[in-house]
């Protein structure tokens, strides 16, 4: 009897477990954007370069301030013979013993000129930190846009499986009739087995609605790290309101990619600059300090020393040129780059807009198709039970109005998705999002 307790209590518990971890969650699109941007390991990959960049730049920066070095020895010696060279060295005498030598020193050195390459390696690093972050945030805007996706499919997904759920209850019911109807000999048994074929074919499809829905719910739950086996459910109050574009059908001022590759042309052309910069001598200030100590021989102490040092590398006359020109043509890539970007900028947009107005008049013709296929079931319906069509009509009628109404679901979710593809061209899918 305990052993049967044992068992059922462990089948509940599993039971409860079970229905713990396919739990149900209702998440507006704003919210999954919003996560994708933010948990994904993609964007936090993002934000990890843009946060190196940073790092690299604060570290060219550091070459504007003073170099200060300090070392000291400490050393044995074994035995040193020490021979005086000096005018006044008493003579005759022995020789000290030496065996320690000890030596500090401490050197600044402060960079004055160096052909402006410290100005402008700032400004080069700069400029790359500025392309790491609008490619992060580039980055996050094609999160943002997945997201939507697979957010539209679920959503679709979902919708199929209600509407050819409905449909199997109204052919299950056909089925029932039919049966009766075959047994009273009203109609041939052929005509059941259409309507029993239909069940099948409309279960056959249910499977495969659950199946496209059970890996779009997977790829989004991953993609928004959320807790394996959450069942999202799309809000269904996005695909029944209208969708207006207040933006202009031309505008990518705030598209991040060629934001990202205008900084970067930014940087090559600090590099030339930078490459300029071997042509000129470098010039630097230098002050120190020495304290040097040889046992039983000389110690010297408060030896200041500064003054400056200048440096120039006379080859550079000779083998700079293909560097700077080399530098240059990296500038005109970059150049050329932005222009072939903002001419697909320029396309993507179009033809987002187009979508997005195609998308619109769609929905109105799949309005119009769900209510003549109703129409149509109805008169067939009407014919049928008058005996003036047959069972093929009857089911084919039945086909074209759930497909009517899979149509119509689809059409206002591909509305929604191409609104949200033309905030994506022009570079304000994140931000509108956010703003909502």
Aim: no cysteine; net charge positive.
């Amino acid at each position: 009897m305990k052993s049967n307790s044992l068992r059922l209590g462990i089948f509940f518990l599993f039971g409860f477990i079970s229905v713990q971890a396919q739990e149900k969650k209702t998440i507006t699109l704003e919210e999954a954007i919003q996560l994708s941007v933010t948990q994904s390991t993609e964007a936090k990959l993002a934000d990890t370069k843009a946060a190196t960049k940073e790092f690299e730049m604060l570290t060219v920066k550091n070459k504007q301030y003073p170099d200060v070095k300090i070392n000291g020895q400490f050393q044995r010696l074994t035995n040193a013979d020490v021979d005086f060279k000096l005018g006044n060295a008493s003579q005759g005498g022995t020789s000290p013993k030496v065996n320690q030598l000890m030596l500090g020193n401490a050197m600044a050195t402060v960079p004055l000129f160096a052909g402006f390459k410290v100005q402008n390696s700032i400004k080069a690093s700069q400029s790359m930190f500025e392309a790491e972050k609008f490619n992060a945030a580039n980055t996050k805007e094609q999160l943002a846009l997945e997201t939507v996706k697979l957010y539209v499919a679920l959503y679709k997904a979902q919708e199929s499986e209600k509407l050819i759920q409905e449909n199997i209850k109204r052919a299950e019911q056909r089925v029932t009739d039919f049966k009766a109807m075959e047994q009273n000999g009203i109609i041939a048994r052929n005509d059941l087995l259409k309507a029993q074929l239909q069940v099948s074919n409309y279960q056959i499809a249910l499977e495969e609605a659950k199946k496209n829905r059970n890996i779009v719910n997977f790829q989004l739950v991953t993609l928004l790290k959320l807790p394996e086996g959450t069942q999202i459910i799309p809000n269904s109050a996005l695909f029944a309101q209208k969708t207006e574009l207040t933006i202009s059908s031309n505008d990518i001022s705030g598209r991040n990619d060629l934001l990202a590759i205008q900084s970067q042309q930014k940087a090559a052309e600090a590099n030339v600059k930078i490459a300029k910069g071997n042509y000129y001598p470098a010039l630097n200030l230098m002050g120190g300090y020495i304290a040097f100590d040889l046992q039983n021989v000389v110690t010297v102490t408060n030896a200041m020393n500064f003054g400056v040092g200048l440096s120039y590398d006379v080859t550079s006359l000779f083998k700079n040129g293909k560097d700077v020109k080399a530098a240059k043509s990296k500038a005109k890539e970059a150049e050329q780059s932005l222009e072939i970007m903002t001419d697909q900028a320029k396309i993507q947009m179009q033809q987002a807009n187009e979508n997005y107005l195609l998308a619109q008049k769609q929905n109105k013709v799949y309005q119009e198709a769900v209510t003549q296929a109703s129409e149509n079931f109805r008169i067939v319906k009407d014919k049928y039970d008058n005996g003036l069509s047959d069972t093929n009509d009857l089911l084919d009628a039945d086909v074209q109005q759930l497909q009517s109404k899979i149509n119509e679901a689809y059409s206002k979710a591909d509305i929604v998705q191409k609104y949200y593809e033309v905030l994506a061209a022009s570079g304000k899918l994140t931000s509108s999002s956010t703003k909502n």
